[in-house]
């Protein structure tokens, strides 16, 4: 079992420092941002399809309102030629609409209550992209001065090694 056990461990850490080496960090916070942003695009997508919802009861609503005026003056008409049962008829389609209209009333605060909270999250997720945006450009431009100077650093090194080599070959 040791064997085995050193074997996998040895394994893994070769992986993992390939994985290091080609993980590149700018390519990372960039991956990331673009994830947020089609995130933020699907909630704008539920927002307008909501949205679509709500004015689709909306005009159901106009068109229940039309037909309980159409009923209303079925009713009257009914009433004035002393036909008290189409009165009596138009009068119950009337309630029946009017209850319809009642249920799409509710629907409809519903979706706009749901509208309204999906639109302050919309907004909540838009000033956490902007802010995720200012640190990533921040980040990236930390990690490429530090790469800048490790270049830096190494040339220096190779410079003074090389001086050194000249200095000997001189003497």
Do not use: C, W
């Not at 700018?26 to 927002?47: N, P």
């Not at 309980?68 to 009914?78: G, I, P, S, T, Y």
């Not at 909540?124 to 945006?133: G, V």
């Amino acid at each position: 079992m040791g064997i085995l056990s050193r074997a996998s461990y040895v394994i893994r850490s070769k992986v993992n420092t390939l994985l290091n080496r080609a993980e590149d960090p700018t390519e990372t916070l960039d991956y990331s941002y673009e994830q947020m942003r089609d995130e933020l695009q699907d909630v704008k997508q539920g927002i307008a399809d909501l949205t679509t919802q709500k004015k689709r009861l909306e005009i159901q609503k106009r068109k229940l309102e039309e037909n309980v005026e159409k009923h209303n003056r079925q009713a009257r008409e009914a009433v004035q030629q002393d036909r008290d049962d189409l009165a009596r008829k138009a009068l119950e389609k009337k309630k029946s609409k009017m209850s319809q209209i009642e249920a799409l009333e509710g629907q409809i605060a519903d979706l706009d209550d749901t509208q309204q909270g999906l639109v302050e999250k919309k907004n909540q997720l838009q000033n956490q992209i902007e802010e995720f945006r200012t640190k990533k450009e921040t980040m990236k431009a930390r990690y490429e001065a530090a790469e800048a100077s490790s270049r830096v650093s190494e040339a220096m090194t190779g410079v003074g090694d090389e001086m050194e080599d000249v200095g000997r070959s001189i003497e």
